[in-house]
């Protein structure tokens, strides 16, 4: 279906549009019910598009998309039940990444990159806490420090802390709670391996939009197996990449398809706990960056865990199978029924919780932008492998991409840090030798004070002992030839 990426069959093909992708999507379903499966497939259709992607890998799974996948029979039976006689297994061109830098290459961003918004959010920051973040990068920008990873943050925190009554009268209060508290959350962050993400070479977003010789789209792939023992950490980069994204691509309008497309897995993540002020700059970057060519899709348990904002701009949806064991269970898939658009054939809350391994309900937008009617599909196998790769594969992967030997040693330039600890160096200094001038007046004054009390020098008291001798010849003498010496020297 050349006018179309085949999503798999029901009664007939079931596709979507590739002027439709930029309009995000949801992949939801019961843990073992086919999501990852789906997200491969469908990171392989954006691929053959000439359409790089980004995804997470959080459970290790979706690194066999560069390699070939192997006959199955299950695989066999599902080709011939749709009639995919010139399916062939390929793998396609992939580019691991990994914020620890473990299973690919390190990708990190600069504190200034990430600004107060979120840099709160990945530090559980309170609101008053939140506002002093925000006058420490103010301080920052009207100085020029730059803050490059955790180092300059701590830098500045401290030089505001000594310097609050400067800052006042300018800024308002800023309480050593706060900055202590911060203190303590940037300690917590490098505990979790914060401080690797943090810092320069900062990812070009232009290395995600690659292709390869063959003008297959590269599939990015985070490793973020690790990154889930940290979920502010994941929630808070995924969150970072979107906003800049949305901030440094520029407006294209419809394209014939998306310029880059992002899966994000364990969606709920992103959303748990997040404040107010962030959902809604979320629901604004997700509504507005399909301007700039890039789709979103989520993907997540159920569809309840969008908040509402973020799901009404999801167009395109594969819900594969809910099950209803409890009454809060039951809810959730009535609710995830009543998102698609009703097929009178189908009883959509009834088949959700029927559906099978490799089944999804589909629903994608029509060539007007119109959801189309939820279509019972079954999903089409992916051609790479199914599962991960190993380590030593891996490595020869990684050691011949595009951007090997491009991130992997870390650069610390002058910045906020090393500003900072010259200008205390030597201040120090300055301090130093103001002490030593001020000791040294303290003992000219305590001599002055000496010689007004009556004591006597060495030469007073010679001169007071020759005067006494002024009467004899010899004494004379003496005292001219000591004298014409003096006056000689002068």
């Known amino acids: 279906m050349e006018q179309m990426i085949y999503l798999g069959c029901s009664d007939k093909d079931v596709g979507l549009l590739p002027n439709m992708a930029n309009r995000h999507g949801l992949i939801a379903g019961a843990t073992g019910t086919g999501k990852t499966v789906t997200l491969q497939g469908l990171a392989e259709s954006f691929s053959r598009l000439g359409v790089p992607v980004f995804l997470a890998d959080v459970k290790g799974d979706l690194s066999g998309l560069g390699q070939p996948g192997k006959p199955h029979p299950k695989i066999q039976e599902r080709l011939e039940r749709m009639s995919l006689d010139e399916f062939t297994f390929r793998g396609f061109p992939v580019t691991f990444w990994d914020i620890y830098g473990q299973q690919g290459h390190p990708v990190r961003t600069t504190i200034s990159e990430m600004g107060p918004l979120l840099l709160a959010r990945l530090l559980n920051l309170n609101d008053t806490q939140q506002g002093g973040l925000a006058l420490v990068f103010r301080v920052a920008d009207e100085n020029g420090w730059l803050l490059l990873d955790i180092k300059d943050l701590r830098a500045i925190l401290q030089f505001v802390a ?188 009834q088949v959700i919780s029927e559906l099978g391994l490799g089944e999804a309900l589909v629903s994608t937008l029509d060539a007007k932008g119109r959801p189309g009617m939820v279509e019972r599909t079954l999903i089409r196998p992916p051609e790479s492998q199914i599962g991960p790769i190993t380590k030593p594969l891996r490595q020869t992967i990684m050691s011949g991409s595009l951007v090997a030997g491009i991130y992997e040693q870390a650069v610390d330039r002058q910045s906020a840090h090393e500003i900072l600890t010259e200008r205390a160096a030597k201040q120090a200094e300055t301090q130093q030798a103001a002490e030593v001038e001020q000791a040294r007046q303290k003992e000219l004054a305590k001599a002055e004070k000496r010689s007004g009390s009556g004591r006597q020098t060495v030469l007073e008291s010679f001169f007071k002992s020759a005067a006494r001798s002024v009467g004899s010849t010899i004494g004379r003498q003496i005292i001219r030839g000591v004298l014409g010496s003096i006056m000689g020297k002068r």
């Open 162 to 349: 000594e310097n609050a009554a400067e800052f006042r009268t300018l800024y308002g209060n800023v309480s050593a709670a706060s900055v202590g508290a911060i203190q303590r959350r940037l300690i917590s962050l490098e505990d979790q391996g914060g401080s690797q993400l943090f810092g320069e070479p900062a990812l070009n977003l232009a290395d995600l939009l690659q292709t390869d010789e063959n003008g297959l789209g590269v599939i990015n792939i985070l490793a973020a197996d690790q990154l889930m023992n940290a979920p502010q950490l994941y929630s808070t980069f995924l969150f970072w990449l979107l906003s800049e994204l949305f901030e440094q691509l520029p407006e294209v309008g419809d394209r014939e398809k998306p310029k880059l497309v992002l899966f994000f897995d364990e969606a709920h993540l992103l959303f748990d706990d997040a404040p107010e002020a962030l959902l809604d700059k979320i629901e604004q970057v997700v509504r507005l960056i399909r301007s700039k060519g890039v789709g979103v899709y989520f993907v997540t348990q159920n569809p309840l865990d969008i908040p509402d904002t973020v799901l009404g701009q999801l167009g395109n949806r594969i819900q594969h199978a809910l099950r209803a064991y409890t009454a809060k269970d039951q809810k959730a898939l009535r609710a995830a029924a009543q998102t698609f658009r009703d097929n009178p054939t189908l009883d959509t809350e």
